[in-house]
């Protein structure tokens, strides 16, 4: 019921910002808790940020904390990532994620819904 669209990807220099944005639509968005995940080639999907439906409740990776700010839109269905200071090792395919309950959680297994993901490259 639920579909999610990543965009705003693309290649960045060291540095550098980018704001991924995930849209929403086709479904319920309140009640949700909200993710953002990445996979780099050759590793395991990882979880990045998440928030909870008021927004009032925020969880980072160690390696993106005080870096990447995850936020939400409700009134437009959409959830935001934004990352300065990027680095080489955050070259990855980002993915949005949703499940329909207000609990977090880091495992990508327990999200319902997910994104096609979209390429953010870091150069060096």
């Known amino acids: 019921q639920v579909q999610l669209v990543e965009s705003g990807g693309g290649l960045v220099q060291a540095g550098g910002s980018l704001r991924l944005s995930c849209a929403a639509s086709?479904?319920?968005?309140?009640?949700?808790?909200m993710g953002w995940f990445r996979q780099a080639p050759g590793k395991e999907r990882e979880f990045v940020a998440g928030?909870?439906?008021?927004?009032?409740?925020?969880r980072y990776a160690d390696s993106v904390k005080g870096r990447f700010t995850i936020s939400r839109d409700n009134a437009k269905s959409t959830t935001y990532l934004q990352m300065d200071s990027l680095k080489p090792e955050d070259t990855a395919v980002y993915y949005c994620a949703a499940r329909p309950y207000l609990s977090s959680s880091y495992s990508a297994k327990e999200y319902n819904y997910w994104g096609q993901g979209t390429q953010v490259t870091v150069s060096s």
């Open positions: 086709g479904g319920i968005f309140s009640n949700t808790y």
């Open positions: 928030i909870s439906w008021s927004g009032s409740i925020t």
